[in-house]
């Protein structure tokens, strides 16, 4: 039985940049686009089985064109805020033996609707944190939408095959 109580956290990312065509507002023709979202996968396999189910439904006709693993620490998802910021973020630490500061960089994803708003939400989202730290960069990204993996839905579909069995 799966415990789905249990706090698991792939942290395994991947950028996956979609060609799609879809309708163009403004005068009804076809319009071919390239969009860029992140999707939570464990392998490359995992992410492009779970891109083609995911974008299905949001575009008729689609090709995913590129597969990028992306070194991310943490994503802060903030509601229904529109763009999504790539924060470099630095770990600041003392080297005890040559008694100077390290900087150890990690990278944050932070949904906001301006940098200003990214910077609110990761200074909320690192309180707490023990050791230093700084934000080097706030970079607003091309990326459309984030692709959380849904454990109780995941839960869900392995029963479903254990029962056909």
């Known amino acids: 039985m799966i415990n789905l109580n249990k706090n698991i956290d792939m942290n395994r990312w991947f950028e996956i940049t979609v060609k799609a065509e879809i309708d163009n507002i403004e005068n009804g023709k076809k319009k071919k686009v390239t969009e860029k979202y992140l999707v939570d996968a464990l392998s490359y396999t995992e992410a492009e089985s779970r891109s083609l189910e995911i974008f299905k439904d949001l575009y008729n006709s689609f090709e995913v064109v590129k597969i990028n693993p992306i070194k991310v620490s943490e994503i802060f998802f903030n509601g229904e805020a529109e763009y999504w910021y790539k924060c470099k973020v630095n770990y600041i630490t ?5 008694g100077k500061e390290k900087k150890t960089p990690c990278y944050m994803y932070i ?10 939400v990761l200074t909320k989202g690192m309180q ?3 050791g230093d730290w700084n934000c080097e960069s706030i970079v607003e990204t ?3 939408e984030v692709f959380k993996y849904d454990l109780q839905k995941g839960a869900e579909k392995l029963g479903e095959k254990k029962s056909e069995e």
């Open 128 to 130: 707490g944190t023990l």
């Open 142 to 144: 091309k990326i459309i």
């Open 94 to 98: 003392l080297d005890e033996k040559k």
């Open 111 to 120: 949904q906001a609707g301006n940098p200003k708003d990214a910077e609110a």
